[in-house]
Protein backbone atom coordinates (compact mmCIF):
# COMPACT_ATOMS: atom_id res chain seq x y z
CA UNK A 1 0.00 0.00 0.00
CA UNK A 2 1.94 3.41 -1.27
CA UNK A 3 1.62 5.33 1.91
CA UNK A 4 1.59 2.55 4.84
CA UNK A 5 3.27 3.32 7.62
CA UNK A 6 5.88 1.02 8.92
CA UNK A 7 9.20 1.59 11.35
CA UNK A 8 11.30 1.77 8.66
CA UNK A 9 9.91 5.03 7.14
CA UNK A 10 8.85 6.64 10.64
CA UNK A 11 10.79 9.62 11.97
CA UNK A 12 12.51 9.07 15.15
CA UNK A 13 11.32 11.84 17.74
CA UNK A 14 13.66 12.56 20.77
CA UNK A 15 11.20 15.26 23.16
CA UNK A 16 7.32 13.57 22.15
CA UNK A 17 5.61 10.25 21.51
CA UNK A 18 3.76 9.02 18.24
CA UNK A 19 1.03 6.50 18.59
CA UNK A 20 -0.81 5.47 15.09
CA UNK A 21 -4.25 5.91 14.27
CA UNK A 22 -4.67 4.68 11.19
CA UNK A 23 -2.11 2.62 8.92
CA UNK A 24 -1.37 5.17 6.42
CA UNK A 25 -1.85 8.32 8.51
CA UNK A 26 -2.84 10.24 11.68
CA UNK A 27 -1.48 10.10 14.67
CA UNK A 28 -1.93 11.11 18.43
CA UNK A 29 0.80 13.00 20.38
CA UNK A 30 2.19 13.03 24.02
CA UNK A 31 4.84 14.83 25.46
CA UNK A 32 4.43 17.90 24.11
CA UNK A 33 4.88 20.81 27.62
CA UNK A 34 2.09 23.71 25.95
CA UNK A 35 3.68 26.16 28.32
CA UNK A 36 6.90 26.00 26.78
CA UNK A 37 7.14 24.45 23.74
CA UNK A 38 11.12 24.73 22.59
CA UNK A 39 12.42 25.04 19.24
CA UNK A 40 13.59 21.31 19.25
CA UNK A 41 10.35 19.87 20.26
CA UNK A 42 8.51 22.10 17.80
CA UNK A 43 10.58 21.00 14.89
CA UNK A 44 9.17 17.83 15.83
CA UNK A 45 5.98 18.42 16.01
CA UNK A 46 6.45 19.85 12.46
CA UNK A 47 7.92 16.90 11.30
CA UNK A 48 5.04 14.52 12.74
CA UNK A 49 2.63 16.81 10.70
CA UNK A 50 4.72 16.53 7.67
CA UNK A 51 4.35 12.51 7.92
CA UNK A 52 0.97 11.80 9.62
CA UNK A 53 -1.05 14.91 8.60
CA UNK A 54 -3.37 14.82 11.26
CA UNK A 55 -1.67 15.34 14.81
CA UNK A 56 -3.55 14.81 18.00
CA UNK A 57 -2.84 16.40 21.49
CA UNK A 58 -4.82 15.86 24.39
CA UNK A 59 -5.27 18.28 27.65
CA UNK A 60 -3.45 20.75 26.40
CA UNK A 61 -3.90 22.99 28.59
CA UNK A 62 -4.28 26.31 26.04
CA UNK A 63 -6.06 29.46 26.63
CA UNK A 64 -7.31 31.54 23.75
CA UNK A 65 -4.30 33.47 23.82
CA UNK A 66 -2.07 30.38 23.92
CA UNK A 67 -3.45 29.08 21.07
CA UNK A 68 -3.42 31.86 18.93
CA UNK A 69 0.49 32.49 19.87
CA UNK A 70 1.31 28.73 19.35
CA UNK A 71 -0.46 29.17 16.26
CA UNK A 72 1.83 32.08 14.83
CA UNK A 73 4.61 29.37 15.27
CA UNK A 74 3.32 27.84 11.74
CA UNK A 75 3.06 30.91 10.08
CA UNK A 76 0.66 34.31 9.65
CA UNK A 77 -2.63 33.86 10.50
CA UNK A 78 -5.81 33.96 8.73
CA UNK A 79 -8.46 36.44 10.47
CA UNK A 80 -12.47 36.56 10.77
CA UNK A 81 -11.88 41.06 10.16
CA UNK A 82 -13.91 40.47 7.13
CA UNK A 83 -16.72 38.61 7.75
CA UNK A 84 -17.53 40.85 10.87
CA UNK A 85 -16.72 44.43 8.53
CA UNK A 86 -19.73 42.02 6.25
CA UNK A 87 -21.99 40.98 8.44
CA UNK A 88 -21.86 44.27 10.91
CA UNK A 89 -21.68 41.46 14.10
CA UNK A 90 -19.11 41.72 17.13
CA UNK A 91 -16.80 38.76 17.32
CA UNK A 92 -17.05 36.42 20.05
CA UNK A 93 -13.38 36.36 20.99
CA UNK A 94 -10.65 38.80 21.75
CA UNK A 95 -8.53 37.34 19.06
CA UNK A 96 -10.20 37.67 15.56
CA UNK A 97 -7.53 35.12 15.06
CA UNK A 98 -9.94 32.62 16.10
CA UNK A 99 -12.83 31.15 13.77
CA UNK A 100 -15.76 29.80 15.48
CA UNK A 101 -16.26 26.07 14.85
CA UNK A 102 -18.94 25.12 17.38
CA UNK A 103 -22.86 25.52 17.61
CA UNK A 104 -22.93 28.41 19.93
CA UNK A 105 -26.41 30.57 19.52
CA UNK A 106 -25.27 34.12 18.75
CA UNK A 107 -28.97 35.24 19.83
CA UNK A 108 -28.44 37.82 22.61
CA UNK A 109 -28.51 36.75 25.79
CA UNK A 110 -30.11 38.00 28.89
CA UNK A 111 -27.97 39.55 32.05
CA UNK A 112 -26.99 36.06 33.82
CA UNK A 113 -28.27 33.69 30.71
CA UNK A 114 -25.93 31.11 29.91
CA UNK A 115 -24.73 30.80 26.10
CA UNK A 116 -27.52 28.26 24.02
CA UNK A 117 -26.22 25.80 21.59
CA UNK A 118 -27.52 26.95 17.84
CA UNK A 119 -30.99 26.14 16.80
CA UNK A 120 -31.05 23.45 14.07
CA UNK A 121 -33.63 25.11 12.10
CA UNK A 122 -31.65 28.22 11.88
CA UNK A 123 -30.37 29.65 8.22
CA UNK A 124 -26.41 29.24 10.40
CA UNK A 125 -27.22 25.83 11.31
CA UNK A 126 -28.13 24.81 7.87
CA UNK A 127 -25.12 26.63 6.62
CA UNK A 128 -23.29 24.72 9.03
CA UNK A 129 -24.41 21.34 7.09
CA UNK A 130 -21.59 21.85 4.45
CA UNK A 131 -19.17 21.46 7.22
CA UNK A 132 -20.26 18.12 7.50
CA UNK A 133 -19.16 17.01 4.23
CA UNK A 134 -15.47 16.42 3.55
CA UNK A 135 -13.69 19.52 2.47
CA UNK A 136 -10.61 21.52 3.03
CA UNK A 137 -10.17 24.39 4.93
CA UNK A 138 -9.81 28.15 2.78
CA UNK A 139 -10.08 26.35 -0.59
CA UNK A 140 -12.49 28.79 -1.46
CA UNK A 141 -9.61 31.72 -1.15
CA UNK A 142 -7.37 32.84 -3.35
CA UNK A 143 -4.37 31.91 -0.61
CA UNK A 144 -5.18 28.64 0.34
CA UNK A 145 -4.27 27.29 3.61
CA UNK A 146 -1.84 25.23 5.15
CA UNK A 147 -2.55 24.02 8.90
CA UNK A 148 -5.60 24.44 10.79
CA UNK A 149 -5.28 23.99 14.55
CA UNK A 150 -8.83 23.32 15.91
CA UNK A 151 -9.46 23.04 19.72
CA UNK A 152 -12.22 22.53 22.26
CA UNK A 153 -13.24 25.20 24.64
CA UNK A 154 -16.49 23.39 25.93
CA UNK A 155 -17.64 19.68 24.86
CA UNK A 156 -21.38 18.02 24.68
CA UNK A 157 -21.67 14.67 26.62
CA UNK A 158 -19.22 12.04 24.78
CA UNK A 159 -21.95 9.87 24.01
CA UNK A 160 -23.81 12.79 21.89
CA UNK A 161 -21.12 12.47 19.22
CA UNK A 162 -19.64 15.40 17.72
CA UNK A 163 -16.48 13.42 16.31
CA UNK A 164 -14.07 15.04 13.69
CA UNK A 165 -13.69 12.81 10.64
CA UNK A 166 -10.36 12.72 8.56
CA UNK A 167 -9.64 11.35 4.51
CA UNK A 168 -6.10 10.61 3.58
CA UNK A 169 -5.79 12.71 0.45
CA UNK A 170 -2.07 11.85 -0.18
CA UNK A 171 -2.78 7.85 -0.63
CA UNK A 172 -5.84 8.29 -2.25
CA UNK A 173 -3.37 10.00 -4.92
CA UNK A 174 -1.19 7.73 -5.26
CA UNK A 175 -4.09 5.32 -5.24
CA UNK A 176 -6.00 6.84 -8.55
CA UNK A 177 -6.69 4.29 -11.02
CA UNK A 178 -4.58 5.19 -14.23
CA UNK A 179 -7.15 6.40 -16.08
CA UNK A 180 -8.25 9.35 -14.16
CA UNK A 181 -4.59 9.82 -13.36
CA UNK A 182 -3.30 10.44 -16.80
CA UNK A 183 -5.97 12.69 -17.35
CA UNK A 184 -5.38 14.88 -14.43
CA UNK A 185 -1.33 14.64 -15.18
CA UNK A 186 -2.19 15.39 -19.10
CA UNK A 187 -4.59 17.71 -18.74
CA UNK A 188 -3.77 19.63 -15.73
CA UNK A 189 -7.65 20.07 -14.45
CA UNK A 190 -7.91 23.19 -12.33
CA UNK A 191 -10.78 22.93 -9.60
CA UNK A 192 -12.87 25.84 -9.00
CA UNK A 193 -13.79 26.26 -5.50
CA UNK A 194 -16.91 28.09 -3.52
CA UNK A 195 -18.11 28.29 -0.05
CA UNK A 196 -21.76 28.86 -1.59
CA UNK A 197 -21.29 25.59 -3.23
CA UNK A 198 -20.25 23.91 -0.16
CA UNK A 199 -22.96 25.10 1.36
CA UNK A 200 -25.71 24.38 -0.82
CA UNK A 201 -25.01 20.71 -1.13
CA UNK A 202 -24.41 20.57 2.78
CA UNK A 203 -28.97 21.42 3.08
CA UNK A 204 -30.06 21.50 -1.06
CA UNK A 205 -33.57 21.93 0.00
CA UNK A 206 -32.69 25.07 2.20
CA UNK A 207 -30.77 26.03 -0.26
CA UNK A 208 -32.77 25.61 -3.36
CA UNK A 209 -32.67 28.59 -5.07
CA UNK A 210 -29.54 29.60 -4.41
CA UNK A 211 -27.58 29.99 -7.85
CA UNK A 212 -23.82 28.79 -6.68
CA UNK A 213 -22.64 29.82 -10.18
CA UNK A 214 -22.74 33.41 -9.59
CA UNK A 215 -20.72 33.19 -6.62
CA UNK A 216 -16.86 34.08 -6.80
CA UNK A 217 -13.99 31.11 -7.91
CA UNK A 218 -11.05 30.27 -6.64
CA UNK A 219 -9.00 27.87 -8.90
CA UNK A 220 -6.20 25.75 -7.17
CA UNK A 221 -4.54 22.42 -8.85
CA UNK A 222 -6.33 19.31 -7.94
CA UNK A 223 -2.90 17.02 -8.08
CA UNK A 224 0.00 18.47 -6.30
CA UNK A 225 2.63 17.99 -4.73
CA UNK A 226 2.72 18.05 -0.69
CA UNK A 227 6.34 19.75 -0.30
CA UNK A 228 6.89 18.92 3.17
CA UNK A 229 6.56 14.74 2.95
CA UNK A 230 7.52 15.11 -1.30
CA UNK A 231 4.19 12.83 -1.91
CA UNK A 232 1.27 14.02 -4.60
CA UNK A 233 -1.94 15.16 -3.14
CA UNK A 234 -5.40 15.32 -4.44
CA UNK A 235 -6.97 18.75 -3.39
CA UNK A 236 -10.73 18.34 -3.91
CA UNK A 237 -13.33 18.20 -1.75
CA UNK A 238 -16.95 19.78 -1.15
CA UNK A 239 -16.15 23.31 -1.78
CA UNK A 240 -14.97 22.34 -5.21
CA UNK A 241 -17.76 23.19 -7.83
CA UNK A 242 -16.61 22.43 -11.07
CA UNK A 243 -13.06 21.44 -13.44
CA UNK A 244 -11.66 23.63 -15.62
CA UNK A 245 -8.84 23.25 -18.65
CA UNK A 246 -7.56 26.23 -19.62
CA UNK A 247 -9.85 28.14 -17.98
CA UNK A 248 -12.89 26.35 -19.41
CA UNK A 249 -15.64 24.23 -17.75
CA UNK A 250 -14.40 20.60 -19.63
CA UNK A 251 -17.91 18.96 -20.39
CA UNK A 252 -17.81 15.72 -17.81
CA UNK A 253 -16.69 18.19 -14.85
CA UNK A 254 -19.81 17.38 -12.51
CA UNK A 255 -19.27 13.56 -12.56
CA UNK A 256 -15.20 13.82 -12.20
CA UNK A 257 -15.83 15.80 -9.08
CA UNK A 258 -18.08 13.31 -8.02
CA UNK A 259 -15.53 10.63 -8.79
CA UNK A 260 -12.67 11.73 -6.82
CA UNK A 261 -14.57 13.49 -3.84
CA UNK A 262 -16.01 9.71 -3.85
CA UNK A 263 -12.07 8.43 -4.55
CA UNK A 264 -10.94 10.09 -2.03
CA UNK A 265 -13.35 9.44 1.40
CA UNK A 266 -13.72 5.82 0.79
CA UNK A 267 -13.74 4.18 4.83
CA UNK A 268 -10.29 2.67 3.84
CA UNK A 269 -8.84 6.37 3.53
CA UNK A 270 -10.69 7.49 6.74
CA UNK A 271 -10.42 8.28 10.40
CA UNK A 272 -12.12 9.36 13.02
CA UNK A 273 -11.10 11.49 15.91
CA UNK A 274 -12.93 11.93 19.64
CA UNK A 275 -12.90 14.82 21.37
CA UNK A 276 -12.33 13.69 25.20
CA UNK A 277 -11.48 16.84 27.46
CA UNK A 278 -11.99 20.33 27.11
CA UNK A 279 -8.12 21.81 25.76
CA UNK A 280 -7.70 18.70 23.69
CA UNK A 281 -6.62 19.94 20.12
CA UNK A 282 -6.19 18.30 16.49
CA UNK A 283 -3.79 20.19 14.06
CA UNK A 284 -4.40 19.27 10.08
CA UNK A 285 -2.13 19.96 6.62
CA UNK A 286 -5.36 21.13 4.34
CA UNK A 287 -2.16 20.10 1.64
CA UNK A 288 -2.93 16.54 2.61
CA UNK A 289 -5.68 15.59 4.51
CA UNK A 290 -9.45 16.37 4.11
CA UNK A 291 -11.98 16.77 6.96
CA UNK A 292 -15.54 16.75 7.86
CA UNK A 293 -17.66 17.73 11.53
CA UNK A 294 -19.26 13.94 12.46
CA UNK A 295 -22.90 14.45 13.27
CA UNK A 296 -24.35 14.21 17.13
CA UNK A 297 -27.30 13.83 19.04
CA UNK A 298 -25.58 17.32 20.78
CA UNK A 299 -26.97 19.38 17.63
CA UNK A 300 -29.83 21.99 19.45
CA UNK A 301 -29.25 20.15 22.76
CA UNK A 302 -25.62 20.54 23.97
CA UNK A 303 -23.26 23.11 22.82
CA UNK A 304 -19.97 21.75 21.17
CA UNK A 305 -17.88 25.00 21.45
CA UNK A 306 -14.89 24.10 19.11
CA UNK A 307 -12.25 27.31 18.37
CA UNK A 308 -10.02 27.35 15.28
CA UNK A 309 -6.68 29.11 13.91
CA UNK A 310 -6.17 28.53 10.23
CA UNK A 311 -2.57 29.26 8.74
CA UNK A 312 -1.91 30.51 5.76
CA UNK A 313 -0.13 28.33 2.95
CA UNK A 314 3.38 30.11 2.44
CA UNK A 315 4.68 27.18 -0.21
CA UNK A 316 5.26 28.10 -3.71
CA UNK A 317 1.61 26.91 -4.74
CA UNK A 318 -0.35 28.67 -2.16
CA UNK A 319 -1.66 31.08 -4.25
CA UNK A 320 -2.71 28.26 -7.00
CA UNK A 321 -3.83 29.77 -10.46
CA UNK A 322 -5.22 32.96 -8.64
CA UNK A 323 -3.49 36.43 -8.42
CA UNK A 324 -1.23 36.55 -5.75
CA UNK A 325 -2.20 39.65 -3.11
CA UNK A 326 -5.81 39.12 -4.29
CA UNK A 327 -8.38 40.32 -1.47
CA UNK A 328 -10.13 37.70 0.16
CA UNK A 329 -13.91 37.75 -0.23
CA UNK A 330 -16.46 37.54 3.10
CA UNK A 331 -18.93 36.62 0.34
CA UNK A 332 -21.48 33.70 1.26
CA UNK A 333 -24.14 34.58 4.10
CA UNK A 334 -26.75 32.49 4.53
CA UNK A 335 -30.24 33.21 3.12
CA UNK A 336 -34.11 33.47 4.39
CA UNK A 337 -37.09 33.48 2.62
CA UNK A 338 -37.04 36.24 0.17
CA UNK A 339 -33.20 36.93 0.47
CA UNK A 340 -32.40 35.38 -2.91
CA UNK A 341 -31.55 37.51 -6.04
CA UNK A 342 -32.98 37.28 -9.25
CA UNK A 343 -30.22 35.01 -10.90
CA UNK A 344 -28.36 33.88 -7.82
CA UNK A 345 -26.64 35.60 -5.36
CA UNK A 346 -27.97 36.62 -1.51
CA UNK A 347 -29.39 40.08 -0.43
CA UNK A 348 -27.20 41.07 2.89
CA UNK A 349 -29.45 41.17 6.18
CA UNK A 350 -28.33 43.59 9.17
CA UNK A 351 -27.91 41.43 11.90
CA UNK A 352 -27.53 37.96 10.50
CA UNK A 353 -23.95 35.87 11.03
CA UNK A 354 -21.74 35.24 8.38
CA UNK A 355 -21.07 31.60 8.03
CA UNK A 356 -16.93 31.15 7.78
CA UNK A 357 -15.07 27.33 7.94
Given at each position: MPGLLNEENEPQFKTIEVKKLHPTFAAEVSGVNFDNVSDEQFSEIVAAMAKYGVCVFRNTGLTDAAHVAFSQRFGELDNIARYLANDGRKARYAHLELFDAGNVSFDPLKEGEAPKPLDPTSARAHSNKGNGLFHVDSSFNPRRASFSLLRAAQLPPPETGGDTL?????????????????????????????????????????????????????????????????????????????????????????????????????????????????????????RAVLHRAGPGTFEGRFIRDLRRTTVHDDSPTAWGLNEPGTPFSAFFTPPRKGDVRPGGGVEKTEGRAVVVN
Open positions: FADSRTAAEELDEGVLGRLRGKELVGAHSMAHSRKLGSPEFFKDLDTGTFPKTHHRILQRHEPSGRMNLYVGAHMHHLEEGGVEVEDSWDLVKKLNAHATQDKYVVAVSWRDVSDMVIWDN
